[in-house]
């Protein structure tokens, strides 16, 4: 397996998904915009798994054991935004789920924090 192909590859689909996120949430798409905040930080994370193991990423869209898995020292406010991601991954995997939608000026802060979260693991990635 080629690691850095495995890791470009996932830092480029988080870095996709970004744009494709403040999309979403522009054209007032908050659910969706939120489930691919969630995806974001999903393939950051996944990124830095593959590159601390050597290993293809777990098939898991749990943020908080993928932060596990990648040996990050990340403090409790990443961890407690991850937490809030978690509740709109499931949106677009199960329709039935339908997860409390905050007004636009919560969801705008989430979609910048989603972005420093989404520098700050680029940051990291490449400084190993």
């Known amino acids: 397996m080629d690691i850095e192909k495995q890791v470009t590859y996932w830092i480029n689909g988080a870095e996709d998904d970004f744009e494709v996120a403040q999309i ?24 830095h798994v593959v590159k601390v193991t050597g290993q293809l990423a777990p098939k898991s869209h749990n943020l908080i054991y993928l932060s596990e898995k990648s040996n990050l020292t990340l403090d409790d406010t990443m961890l407690e935004f991850f937490g809030i991601l978690m509740k709109y991954q499931l949106e677009g995997r199960y329709p039935g ?32």
Do not use: D, M
Request: with cysteine; hydrophobic share 40%; glycine share 4%.
């Open 24 to 47: 979403l949430i522009e054209k007032r798409r908050y659910l969706h915009g939120l489930f691919f905040c969630h995806l974001v930080i999903e393939k950051a994370l996944k990124a």
């Open 97 to 128: 789920y339908q997860p409390y939608v905050p007004e636009s000026r919560i969801i705008q802060g989430y979609l910048k924090e989603t972005k420093n979260q989404l520098s700050w693991l680029k940051e990291k990635l490449f400084s190993y």
